[in-house]
């Protein structure tokens, strides 16, 4: 099978893509929220109460991250192929905080859910890439602030990056593929729905079960991300 080939396409990626590579989900029985609580560490309510436990979520996951065992896997390949095969033509949307997409060589890609390998700044809004643990004692090279920077990540209440970007590229595409998200989180839980809503786009979801919102994609392929992803796009 493969993606027909009429215009512009958008994908949307979440946690189920990146499982294969090492990375844990949010929802699944194993997931992150089966260990910590998200009002917690995931909403800006969480951070302020207290922040050391924040930063420490973050840190064991940024680490993890960059362990030598997290690589991309055949799903993040075949999806950086099929962009340089099409060029302008593919905008990857992704929910994920991790770096595989690009280390397997997507570049339009846009996080909507911000970066782990990045902070921000929370008194001048620089935005500054980090690998290291993150901790009260850090200053903002930008505005020389100490004890600002938070992760570079959306939380619960917070809007997501990009969302103009995203719904012009939602209006205009021809094929929206969503892989390996349980469409529990808004606004992407809503792009289907959107996009079927204008009704000039194929709609496709790649995940291993059906998602919350199943029912409204036109096609759907259940199946690990890293046999079904290749098998669809190539
Ligand atoms: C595999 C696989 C394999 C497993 N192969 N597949 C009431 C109603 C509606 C909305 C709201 C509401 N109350 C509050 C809201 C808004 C809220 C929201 O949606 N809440 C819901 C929980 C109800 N949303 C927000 O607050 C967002 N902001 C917002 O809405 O702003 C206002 C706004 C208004 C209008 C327009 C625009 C904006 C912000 C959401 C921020 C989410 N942040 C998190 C955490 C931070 C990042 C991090 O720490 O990593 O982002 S939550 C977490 O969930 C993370 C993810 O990106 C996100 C989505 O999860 P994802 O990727 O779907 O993972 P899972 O685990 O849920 O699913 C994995 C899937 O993979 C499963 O289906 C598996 O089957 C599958 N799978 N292995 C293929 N090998």
Not at 200 to 217: D, I, K, P, R, Y
Request: charged share 25%.
């Amino acid at each position: 099978m493969s993606p027909p080939r009429t215009g512009p396409i958008v994908i949307l990626t979440g946690a189920g893509i990146s499982k294969e590579s090492g990375l844990d989900t949010f929802r699944d029985a194993d997931g992150i929220w089966a260990r910590v609580n998200l009002e917690d560490v995931a909403t800006p309510e969480g951070f302020a109460r207290d922040p050391e436990l924040v930063q420490a979520f973050y840190n064991d996951r940024r680490r993890g991250l960059q362990s030598d065992n997290v690589r991309p896997n055949a799903a993040h390949d075949a999806l950086a192929r099929l962009e340089a095969e099409w060029a302008d033509e593919v905008f990857l949307v992704t929910q994920n905080i991790d770096d595989l997409h690009e280390r397997a060589g997507s570049r339009n890609l846009l996080h909507m859910h911000g970066e782990l390998l990045k902070v921000r700044c929370g008194a001048c809004a620089a935005v500054h890439p980090w690998h290291d643990n993150l901790g009260a004692e850090h200053d903002c090279a930008a505005c020389g602030e100490t004890g600002h920077l938070r992760p570079d990540i959306v939380w619960f209440g917070e809007m997501p990056f990009g969302m103009e970007r995203i719904a012009d590229a939602l209006d205009r595409c021809a094929l929206f593929l969503s892989i390996g998200t349980s469409g529990t989180v808004y606004p992407a839980a809503g792009f289907v729905a959107e996009v079927e809503r204008l009704g000039q786009a194929h709609t496709v979801e790649l995940n291993m079960e059906a998602s919350l919102g199943a029912t409204l994609f036109r096609e759907s392929v259940l199946g690990p991300a890293t046999r079904v992803v290749p098998a669809y796009v190539e």
